[in-house]
């Protein structure tokens, strides 16, 4: 069973409130670190930024406290700082404590989904499009006016080159589907 886990082609950790218990070869592969320098630390350090860590904290506990599984695409960090896009799944053992113990599986998107220079908000409001939201559901969900979203959209579309949002999608990856849960 330990080699099944170890070589499995996905990457797999085992984590006690957000710290990293065990993981396989391929979790350290996609990240770029080595089993050793991952053991015991806090997930904060996979993370684009601290605010994001936090952000992310709590987004998939309902449904983890339904005994459901849980999964998003989101963007982290490897070792030497590359940021990329991941899907990442989610189960926990202790529902009433959803983080308390989980396992996680990891797949690395990047052959499939570059990553683009977008500010952590840019990503919040690009993930909530996908949701299929309107800017004023986005504006109320992050706390922001619906100006903002806006501009934050328009800005989105710039960067990437693109006219409207389905273009966008095209561009960026498509992140609707059933793995888009309400926080």
């Known amino acids: 069973m330990e080699e099944a886990f170890d070589f499995a082609p996905i990457g797999l950790v085992v984590t006690e409130n957000r710290v990293i218990m065990e993981c396989n070869l391929r979790f350290?592969?996609?990240?770029?670190?080595?089993?050793?320098?991952?053991?015991?630390?806090?997930?904060?350090?996979l993370y684009p930024s601290e605010e994001e860590f936090l952000?992310?904290?709590?987004?998939?506990?309902?449904?983890l406290r339904a005994g459901a599984l849980y999964w998003d695409e989101r963007v982290m960090r490897r070792k030497g700082g590359d940021l990329?896009?991941?899907?990442?799944?989610?189960?926990?053992?202790?529902?009433?404590?959803p983080l308390s113990q989980a396992v996680w599986s990891f797949a690395d998107l990047s052959a499939?989904?570059?990553?683009q220079q977008l500010?952590?908000?840019?990503?919040?409001?690009?993930?909530?499009?996908?949701?299929?939201?309107?800017?004023?559901?986005?504006?109320?969900?992050?706390?922001?006016?619906?100006?903002t979203v806006e501009v934050h959209r328009a800005r989105l579309l710039r960067k990437v080159g693109v006219n409207n949002t389905a273009a966008l999608f095209s561009s960026l990856g498509d992140i609707t589907g059933d793995h888009v849960v309400d926080e």
């Open 28 to 45: 350290c592969q996609i990240f770029g670190y080595e089993r050793s320098e991952m053991l015991g630390q806090l997930f904060a350090f």
């Open 112 to 115: 499939n989904r570059p990553y």
């Open 84 to 97: 990329f896009w991941v899907r990442v799944r989610g189960h926990s053992f202790t529902p009433d404590d």
């Open 119 to 147: 500010t952590r908000r840019e990503r919040e409001v690009y993930s909530l499009l996908a949701e299929g939201l309107t800017s004023k559901e986005i504006a109320r969900r992050l706390e922001l006016s619906h100006r």
């Open 55 to 63: 952000n992310i904290t709590h987004r998939g506990d309902a449904r």
